[in-house]
Nanobody, 128 residues
Framework: QVQLVESGGGLVQIGGSLRLSCANSRRTFSRYPMGWFRQALGKEREFVGSINWSGDITHYADSVKDRFTISRDNAENTVYMQMNSLKPEDTAVYYC?????????????????????WGQGTQVTVSS
């Protein structure tokens, strides 16, 4: 079973930046499309962005487009999400996820149901 570990969350001021990481120790990690989702307190989990297995195709929610950037280093089995110009509405627990059923696929799903492996989440809090 794929185990994903997120890190990099924390408290940041409005307009600040954070970089989240999602690591997995297995070499097969590099085969999977990956996604990031977030869940704010009292709200549904929502799609943030995704990346295909090779890292050359990304897709973002409108709310984060032009502020967040997803990348991956398959040699290091790590996916990153650079978050800039953070807003209070970005406050949430952020989850990394993998679509292990579609390895080597150029898909980059935006539905949570497309993913079958999830990390434990990392808290991001944006305050004034």
């Amino acid at each position: 079973q794929v185990q994903l570990v997120e890190s990099g969350g924390g408290l940041v001021q409005i307009g600040g930046s954070l970089r989240l990481s999602c690591a997995n120790s297995r070499r097969t990690f590099s085969r999977y499309p990956m996604g990031w989702f977030r869940q704010a307190l009292g709200k549904e989990r929502e799609f943030v962005g995704s990346i295909n297995w090779s890292g050359d195709i990304t897709h973002y929610a409108d709310s984060v487009k032009d502020r967040f950037t997803i990348s991956r280093d398959n040699a290091e089995n790590t996916v990153y999400m650079q978050m800039n110009s953070l807003k209070p509405e970005d406050t949430a627990v952020y989850y990394c996820t993998a679509d292990t059923a579609n390895y080597y696929s150029n898909t980059y799903p935006s539905l949570a149901s497309s993913y079958d492996a999830w990390g434990q989440g990392t808290q991001v809090t944006v305050s004034s």
